[in-house]
């Protein structure tokens, strides 16, 4: 297969892939998508391949071709990111390179990226990056370092790492007290009101609050800082 059979093959994977995460996958859309047709002798082959199924109007990925188009999709937008975050181009200056990259990478690759990134959520473009095995395992052992605020003991200090609300006047409120990430608080009490200490201050929260502010357990690395448990 040539260079450029395989890219053809890659793109229309890529238009199904979207299709199927934002639109519809029939062939209605895919004709919408493809006015010319130059992707029609491309789906047939798909077809014939066990890539997909076409079920009267609908496009149907078979476990094979969802786990290919996700594959191209991830490596498509990891790339943009990598072309953002690393070479500092902005999102718009991705699309040609993006394309090139996902050709090329290799899966060890993919992950090792994924990583250096820090497992990104999202393309610079906003839509999310379907997620690799890298991410599942990182997420694994980052949600057993944080924990809510509330499981805190008496006296132990942590680190705000993020506030799990969706609820913006609350998350305004949480900010402007200064319980904003980086922030380092000790427990002082859980009962009947929850109080911790920040920046040498005492403040009085509800629980429910404490239970969506995430922190990470530890010591501030610099010391000379409050000690507002003694
Ligand atoms: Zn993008
Ligand atoms: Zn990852």
Known sequence: MNLETSHKKDELLEMLWRLHEFYELTMPAFQAHDPTGVYQGYLKEFASNG??????EQIVLTTEGLEMARGLVRRHRLAERLIVDVLGKRPEETERSACEFEHILAPELVEAICTLLGHPRFCP???PIPEGSCCLESRKSVESAVIPLTHL???QKGRI?????????RLQRLLHIGLVPGTWVTMLQHYPALVIVIENSQIAIETSIGEEIRVVPGEPIRSGGYDGIS
């Open 161 to 169: 790492v993020f506030l799990n609300t969706h609820d913006n006047t």
């Open 51 to 56: 890539v997909l199924r076409v079920e009267g």
């Open 153 to 155: 003991a008496k006296g």
């Open 125 to 127: 473009h906003g839509i």
